[in-house]
């Protein structure tokens, strides 16, 4: 049933995909927490009118799969863009959409006083925002956007579909070409976990260190 | 050929696919709502090895990738001499992964009914199995409904994996649309609107099950007042006014 010979064999494989699904969730989340502030940002300050489309393109991208959105950015750019650079964006853009709800959340949980407080000192808006509201926002999300992390983590796998080498690619292609899927698909599963347990501790001390504080 | 004469001739197929696509999303989202309240509710029992167990298990099906797990059930099982459908393998894979969550959900929301009604419940001398049923878990079925609802929608959104393991579902057979066409906004196009009318079909259904869900309780109107055509004139409102 299992081959430790099969095991030791596809590991190195794996860890090298392993590098390419780490890379794409590192970058993808840089991507969607920027993308996701500046949204969140907008739809605060923009007129209802001009924030409405913003609106509705960010409920349509939460709202349709994220397979779907990757086929659909692959075969549509031009040839010259490889599909792990697709994968980043698309990502980036698809949890961006859930990232601005967070931040959204985040900054209306400051209290209003702290905007009064900002007013009465008469700062301008860019330093309201940059010296106040944001640092006071972003503390109190920080565990909510790293559970974003983890589940765009989970969701790198999705990659497949537009040939990315990333460990479940890998661990397909692997199959494949011996046909022995149980050692790489299972090892692949175990990595996945691991990563997860390990993340979802830090989330954890994350969140009781900022829950503590007051404010 | 024009677009729209590829998408008549690809329509009899496009309407399989969405078939399969909601043969999995139902058959996904019942598997998985089944495993949320079996592991929810084991997951908050005292005997540590059905607690051990039930949290081993959301653990798992959490924290490993939905599509390692379908390609676990497609590719690995069958070396166990366990072979699948592919239908099958996928409603297992979205049942068990979104169940997974779910089950934290249901654990979440009977922790949150409040403890008065616990205390009520034993006051009247129910015993735990009717606590449970009569009391607590219809309190926190409200709660867990609208959490429930964006799983569901995150269910049907993974269906679109599928493909990987050989079903022709919605997706796939859009990718077909684009292969003959050679339009890819025309086909995905088509894709993200037909996902987009699914998903909100699903809110509107949950959203009369969350309806219903507070009739019961006594905290909303019944669904024959929901629909009626013409509105209650608020009374209290009517004459405050004159």
Avoid at chain 1, 55 to 75: G, I, K, N
Wanted: glycine share 8%; no cysteine.
């Amino acid at each position: 049933m299992w081959s430790w010979h099969h095991a030791w064999e596809s590991l190195p494989v794996l860890l090298e995909g392993f590098r390419i699904t780490l890379l794409a969730t590192v970058l993808g989340f840089a991507i969607a927490a920027a993308v996701g502030l500046v949204v969140a940002v907008l739809r605060i300050t923009l007129p209802k009118w001009a924030s409405w489309p913003l609106h509705a393109a960010m409920e349509f991208v939460r709202l349709t799969p994220l397979v779907v959105q990757l086929l659909f950015v692959f075969y549509a750019v031009p040839p010259g863009v490889s599909g792990l650079q697709v994968g980043i964006i698309v990502l980036g853009i698809h949890y961006s959409a859930y990232m601005a709800e967070v931040y959204r959340a985040g900054i209306e949980d400051v209290p209003k006083g702290q905007w009064e407080a900002a007013r009465a000192l008469s700062l301008p808006p860019t330093r309201t925002w940059r010296a106040v509201i944001l640092p006071q926002a972003i503390r109190r999300i920080i565990p909510s956007l790293g559970n974003y992390a983890v589940s765009m983590f989970k969701d790198t796998p999705f990659l497949f579909f537009i040939f990315v080498a990333e460990m479940v690619t890998r661990a397909q292609q692997y199959g494949g070409q011996t046909f022995r899927y149980t050692e790489p698909i299972t090892i692949a599963g175990v990595i996945f976990l691991i990563a997860s347990l390990v993340t979802a501790y830090f989330i954890r001390r994350l969140e009781n260190r900022y829950a503590k504080q007051p404010g | 050929m024009s677009n729209f004469d590829a998408l008549r001739e690809a329509l009899p197929r496009i309407i399989d696919g969405i078939i399969v696509t909601v043969q999995l999303t139902l058959g996904g989202a019942l598997l998985a709502l089944a495993v949320a309240i079996a592991f929810g509710l084991a997951a908050r029992l005292h005997n540590p090895f059905v607690r051990g167990g039930a949290r081993a298990f959301i653990e798992v099906f959490r924290g490993t990738s939905l599509l390692v797990q379908a390609f676990w059930l497609f590719f690995v099982l069958p070396a166990f001499g366990i072979r699948l459908e592919p239908i099958v393998v996928g409603i297992l894979a979205l049942g068990l992964n979104y169940g997974a969550y779910g089950a934290e959900v249901v654990r979440g929301s009977i922790n949150a009914v409040p403890k008065v009604q616990w205390e009520a419940a034993i006051a009247l001398n129910f015993s735990p199995a009717q606590r449970m049923r009569r009391v607590i878990f219809p309190q926190a079925w409200v709660l867990m409904i609208p959490a429930l609802t964006n799983l569901m929608i995150h269910l049907l959104k993974g269906t679109a994996i599928v493909t990987a393991i050989t079903l022709q579902d919605l997706t796939f057979q859009i990718n077909r649309l684009r292969e003959s066409t050679g339009d890819t906004f025309f086909a995905f196009g088509i894709a993200l609107v037909i996902y987009f009318v699914l998903a909100y079909i699903l809110t509107l259904v949950m959203q009369v099950v969350e309806a219903r869900a507070k009739f019961k309780l006594g905290r909303g109107p019944s669904m024959r007042e929901i629909f009626k055509l013409k509105p209650d004139v608020d009374e209290a409102v009517t004459v405050g006014r004159r």
